[in-house]
């Protein structure tokens, strides 16, 4: 017991002793940040998982019943939400940091390399979380995304259907999504944080850029207190950020997928908007090229940064070429976010659609949370088992092809509302005459008018009617 | 670039020697330890919330159910079984759930209606007609053909259920009831 203690008080001491040269200092609390949301992530996706199911059927209805009903649920999903935006912005400070203080070079190039995995890994671990609430945003964004797989030449067609479990998006989709959210990547974000740990702290921090040897090693100071103050500090800046964010602006939830529609505008998440907008600028011919090979150039330039740029300067001034490359990129990364962003607000085609996706993202979030009615058509089924008359307005019903729109459990889909309750909202009379005359607001949605015989309209009023 | 050790300098040399348990370092220790303690507490509120979720909120939802006319009903000469279809929440789903019961006639004519799940340990009771009662498959509970406790470990007996005629319809209000206590508990 004593020397358990013993040990694991020398692993602390060992830890909380990392001697800093130069001293404690904020610049360095960008990877602890990182650990820290990484924990949070982990923590909030675990929570959410149970109540979560990755089918195409019940994805969507989860996730509402999450953000809807569930206790906090709301909150910690919003919490894994930003948490994601969050991994991306104190990625790229940690990246910058390590970058401008040079930091990737000397021994700390197999510390660089298993961070640029890590970033890879993160890039993924969005991408692949972004289609799991199966809204319309998330189907169609992943839709687009999925399909830039198509430009790799040769296998790029079977790379999707491989990615996608098939030629178009479904269920099968969401599960390989799913598993790559939840097993795949976070085992490999596991072994790579341990690698990335562990190189860290055998070639030790790198301390500032300049100043004499001498001069360092009589300013070094441990890692604790300060460093450990700057780092908790960091962490409740993040903690306190996000829980705000979650809980006076929590992230919404649109309408279910609907892969009929065809008005529908995708965006990617924020910080894909940039290379969203660069991918508009490639016309077919090289479009390889815009796509693939200068985007698979850049990536390279920068893994291979530390074996391209093997002098020991550390200082950023001293180092114009390299720091001006990262700048430029950088900087032509935010005008294309903002281009987009431009572009959006002033298209007159766009702007008006993007409202309207808004404006239906608002209207599913105040609509109250209706639980999915388990087993096909399970009213339909019960009134129609019931009621002669109205099981004979079933069949009229699907032979007209209703459900098309209502849906086959009648719940309703993008394209019209439900039917559940139609016959509490509406005597006879009143379904007939909206039946053979629908609304305007009912025209407009796509209704027609219902043509039928006499007989066969009053067992379809019979069978709407009995929808309690 | 020097290894960390060689990087220690006298006075640093000197505090990590001490660790956190040092005399020195003691409160500031004290100090971040109960305040990690205090935010990580603050943050496991909405956690145990989203766990507890179903303790929070009422599961099942109880309605009134046709049962059938109560002509029908009134020319029974033994307990009969019915089913009524009772819609329930099961977490983000919808079910409809079929649940049986018994209506049956005293001697007076007056008809009532009783859960069949055994107050014991929730088996369904069927009506025997041979032995004129209600037995229990379990664990042999048996009860009379107005519900009480014949025999058997059952602590109560059968669940009678309200009722009321609307029209000529005889409607029940199902619910579930607690079971291994002597007097009926409703719960959900």
């Known amino acids: 017991m004593s020397d358990r203690r013993k040990r694991v008080g020398s692993i602390l001491r060992a830890v909380l002793d990392e001697a800093i040269p130069g001293g404690a200092s904020l610049a360095y609390v960008f990877g602890s940040g990182l650990l820290y949301l990484l924990l949070s992530q982990i923590i909030t996706g675990m929570f959410l998982v149970l109540y979560y199911v990755p089918s195409a059927d019940h994805a969507h209805t989860t996730v509402a019943y999450i953000t809807k009903e569930v206790a906090s649920g709301s909150f910690i999903r919003s919490i894994h939400a930003y948490g994601s935006s969050a991994i991306i912005i104190v990625l790229f400070l940690h990246v910058t940091q390590t970058f401008l203080y040079g930091s990737y070079k000397g021994r700390r190039k197999l510390l660089w390399l298993a961070g640029c995995a890590l970033f890879a890994l993160m890039l993924g671990m969005s991408f692949t979380g972004y289609l799991l609430p199966w809204d319309q945003k998330a189907y169609f964004a992943t839709t687009v995304g999925t399909n830039i797989l198509t430009y790799v030449p040769f296998v790029g067609n079977s790379l999707k259907t491989l990615l996608r479990g098939g030629t178009e998006m479904g269920t099968l989709t969401l599960s390989r999504f799913f598993v790559f959210h939840v097993f795949l990547i976070p085992a490999c974000v596991f072994a790579f944080v341990a690698i990335h740990v562990f190189l860290f702290r055998k070639a030790g921090p790198a301390g500032p850029v ?20 700057y780092d908790l500090a960091f962490a409740v800046l993040i903690i306190a950020c996000l829980g705000l964010l979650a809980h006076y602006a929590p992230v ?16 990617p998440e924020w910080y894909y908007v940039p290379v969203f907008q660069w991918l508009k600028y490639w016309e077919s011919g090289l479009a390889v090229l815009g796509i693939l090979v200068i985007p698979a150039f850049v990536a390279l330039l920068f893994v291979a940064l530390p074996f391209l740029d093997r002098r020991p300067e550390r200082r950023p001034w001293k180092r114009p070429v390299s720091v001006s490359i990262y700048g430029f990129v950088f900087i032509g990364l935010g005008a294309m976010g903002a281009i987009s962003h431009r572009n959006d607000l002033r298209d007159p085609n766009l702007a008006p659609q993007l409202a309207k996706q808004r404006a239906d993202v608002q209207a ?20 129609a088992l019931t009621n002669p008359v109205a099981g004979k307005g079933k069949k009229v019903f699907d032979q007209e092809g209703c459900a098309e729109c209502h849906g086959e459990d009648l719940t309703g889909t993008s394209a019209a509302p439900s039917l559940i309750g139609v016959g509490d909202k509406h005597d006879s009379a009143k379904l007939e005459s909206i039946l053979k005359q629908p609304t305007d607001a009912m025209t407009d949605g796509g209704m027609t008018p219902v043509e039928l015989n006499d007989e066969d309209l009053k067992s379809l009023i019979a069978f709407l009617k009995a929808l309690k | 670039m020097n290894h960390p050790e060689e990087m ?11 660790g956190c348990d040092g005399r020195r370092r003691s409160f500031l220790c004290l100090l971040l330890g109960a305040g990690a303690a205090g935010v990580g507490a603050l943050l496991s509120v909405p956690l145990f919330r989203f766990i507890l979720h179903p303790l929070l909120t009422a599961t099942s939802s109880s309605s009134w159910k046709e049962i059938g006319t109560v002509e029908d009903l009134a020319s029974i000469t033994s307990p009969v079984k019915k089913l009524v279809k009772i819609e329930q929440r099961d977490g983000w789903r919808k079910i409809v759930m079929e649940k049986a019961l018994y209506v049956c006639k005293d001697a007076t004519g007056q008809l009532s209606v009783f859960s069949s799940v055994c107050p014991h340990l929730g088996c369904s009771v069927a009506w025997h007609d041979e032995k004129s009662n209600f037995v229990c498959p379990c664990h042999n509970g048996q009860f009379t053909a107005d519900g009480k406790l014949l025999e058997g470990p059952p602590p109560r007996g059968m669940d009678q259920l309200e009722i009321k005629v609307e029209g000529d319809m005889l409607v029940v209000h199902y619910q579930n009831f607690r079971q291994l206590v002597p007097h009926k508990e409703v719960i959900g």
């Open chain 1, 210 to 229: 300049q100043g004499a040897p001498e001069a360092l090693k009589q300013s070094t100071e441990p890692f604790y207190p300060k460093q450990v103050l």
């Open chain 2, 8 to 18: 220690l300098g006298g006075k640093t040399a000197e505090i990590s020697q001490e």
């Open chain 1, 252 to 267: 919404e939830l649109g309408p279910k997928a609907n892969p009929v529609d065809t008005q529908y505008v995708p965006r």
């Open chain 1, 364 to 383: 599913f979030m105040k609509k109250p949370f209706e639980p999915e009615l388990a087993g096909p058509s399970l009213i339909a089924a019960t009134v």
